[in-house]
């Protein structure tokens, strides 16, 4: 069965730090570009970043540039979204998707039809 699993979100005061997980099962993440995006209540969902599994290349939305990581580790079939310095505008729920694209990211990475295969979300709330 193919799957992505999110973990790692929870309630973290502003300048605080997250580490996301996108775990894969069923399929392996070498032959994908991989996917997070965010999607706050009221608001449309925005791609935040993109990872290719093949070379590393990565790609951010200029909010996040400079506090977010994205990285993969194909031993363990996944993917991370290190999350520093946090702000209450960051709350969201987090999804991880994957791109059958391995050479990405694509330019069209935010446009969420090219992703195959969507986790369930993990939610992240930034709050004092």
């Known amino acids: 069965q193919v799957q992505l699993v999110e973990s790692g979100g929870g309630l973290v005061q502003p300048g605080g730090s997250l580490r996301l997980s996108c775990a894969a099962s069923?399929?392996?993440?070498?032959?994908?570009?991989i996917g997070w995006f965010r999607q706050a209540p009221g608001k449309e969902r925005e791609g935040v970043s993109c990872?290719?599994?093949?070379?590393?290349?990565?790609v951010y939305t200029d909010s996040v540039k400079g506090r977010f990581t994205i990285s993969s580790d194909g031993a363990k079939n996944t993917v991370y979204l290190q999350m520093n310095s946090l702000k209450p505008e960051d709350t969201a729920v987090y999804y991880c998707?994957?791109?059958?694209?391995?050479?990405?990211?694509?330019?069209?990475?935010?446009?969420?039809?090219?992703?195959?295969?969507w986790g369930r979300g993990t939610q992240v709330t930034v709050s004092s």
């Open positions: 069923g399929f392996t993440l070498d032959y994908y570009s």
């Open positions: 990872i290719s599994t093949y070379d590393g290349s990565t």
């Open positions: 998707a994957a791109d059958p694209y391995p050479w990405g990211p694509r330019s069209s990475w935010r446009d969420s039809q090219i992703y195959d295969y």
